[in-house]
């Protein structure tokens, strides 16, 4: 990967999709001479995944080719876009599959195929497929989009060995952590990040799995992490809703409810659908005691924009609960 498709990754690691976009828009990535060319492919597949990441799913499947000649980097975006598409339409009507998979009788981290839905299944056989290829069970291209399909179908188990072919791939490394953190074993997520710090500890991804470990390790490390998110603001060559958001949730922590507010404002004036930066001051509004209305109209304004979101599953698991209980005292 070239220095300069390298530098985009990182600005679309810290959340600035739309500069990735527009800097590869602007460079000619219609040709298909990818051995002429090796920056070619990963141009490609940073674009996309920026696509991806804005939620313009059909503008990806609709333009990447679903064919032979197609390279397999390109199919597994093309799969990615497919299963975000389905379960975004879908909505409030299909749990979070990684939820489930935590919970799922008998079978830890690994939510069974039969729980899935056909379009799922469809999406699951088709990476399935793709990992019958030893060479592409090797390829971080591919990788990266197969390992989060099967983290979003609950195969957490599976997205982890799929990754660990490829221990010295950042990115790799990266949604390993990220699986770690959300299966709760810190300590795992720890010691991942800290391999890291021997072989690429100056890299921006780096720095930001670093912050990520250090608001999960807490106490001393909240400020450790705040001071690693205002660092990466200022190397981005715009404050993302992404990174204000990580410095608001790090200021929550550390108690300074006004700084996270103004930073989570912030956030939603750039992007007012984001749906971190909602759930944040979903919290934010709580702790600082705002009137019910002010924290109602955030929580449902992140339904509308995240129906699987873990903040709206767990109030409205708790809602149902309440309902029952006050049925049950009402009889």
């Known amino acids: 990967m070239s220095d300069s498709t390298l530098a985009l990754r990182n600005q679309f690691h810290l959340g600035a999709y739309q500069h990735v976009i527009n800097q590869l828009s602007s460079r000619n990535l219609s040709s298909r001479n990818y051995e002429q060319d090796p920056d070619l492919l990963d141009q490609k597949c940073l674009l996309y995944r920026a696509y991806v990441a804005q939620g313009k799913f059909n503008l990806v499947i609709t333009d990447i080719e679903d064919g032979a000649n197609t390279p397999a980097e390109l199919l597994a975006l093309r799969m990615w876009a497919l299963l975000l598409q389905f379960q975004t339409k879908a909505g409030a009507a299909?749990?979070?599959?990684?939820?489930?998979?935590?919970?799922?009788?008998?079978?830890?981290?690994?939510?069974?195929?039969?729980?899935?839905?056909?379009?799922?299944?469809?999406?699951?056989?088709?990476v399935q497929t793709l990992l019958a290829e030893p060479v592409n069970r090797l390829n971080s291209r591919i990788i990266i989009p197969v390992a989060s399909i099967l983290y979003r179908l609950g195969q957490l188990e599976e997205a982890?060995?799929?990754?660990?072919?490829?221990?010295?791939?950042?990115?790799?490394?990266?949604?390993?952590?990220?699986?770690?953190?959300?299966?709760?074993?810190?300590?795992?997520?720890?010691?991942?990040?800290?391999?890291?710090?021997?072989?690429?500890?100056?890299?921006?991804?780096?720095?930001?799995?670093?912050?990520?470990?250090?608001?999960?390790?807490g106490g001393a490390k909240y400020r450790e992490?705040?001071?690693?998110?205002?660092?990466?603001?200022?190397?981005?060559?715009?404050?993302?809703?992404?990174l204000l958001s990580c410095q608001a949730v790090a200021n929550l922590h550390l108690g300074r409810l006004p700084e996270a507010e103004s930073l989570l404002l912030e956030?939603?004036?750039?992007?007012?659908?984001?749906?971190?930066a909602l759930a944040n001051m979903v919290v934010c509004a709580t702790l600082l005691q705002k009137p019910?209305?002010?924290?109602?109209?955030f929580l449902n304004q992140l339904r509308?924009?995240?129906?699987?979101?873990?903040?709206?599953?767990?109030?409205?698991?708790?809602e149902a609960l309440f309902d029952q209980c006050a049925?049950?005292?009402a009889h």
Not at 292 to 297: F, I, K, S
């Open 160 to 217: 982890l060995r799929v990754l660990a072919h490829r221990p010295k791939d950042l990115e790799c490394v990266a949604l390993t952590v990220q699986t770690l953190l959300f299966i709760n074993r810190v300590d795992l997520a720890q010691r991942e990040m800290d391999g890291v710090k021997t072989w690429s500890e100056d890299d921006q991804l780096a720095l930001l799995l670093e912050g990520w470990v250090n608001l999960r390790l």
């Open 292 to 297: 019910a209305d002010v924290r109602a109209r």
């Open 267 to 276: 956030a939603l004036a750039k992007d007012g659908d984001d749906a971190e």
């Open 327 to 329: 049925q049950a005292i």
């Open 225 to 242: 992490a705040l001071y690693i998110f205002e660092e990466l603001a200022q190397a981005a060559p715009v404050p993302t809703s992404k």
């Open 94 to 126: 299909l749990p979070s599959r990684p939820a489930l998979a935590l919970t799922a009788t008998g079978t830890p981290l690994q939510l069974p195929a039969e729980k899935l839905e056909a379009k799922e299944r469809e999406v699951l056989e088709a």
């Open 304 to 318: 509308d924009v995240a129906p699987q979101h873990p903040l709206v599953e767990s109030v409205t698991q708790k």
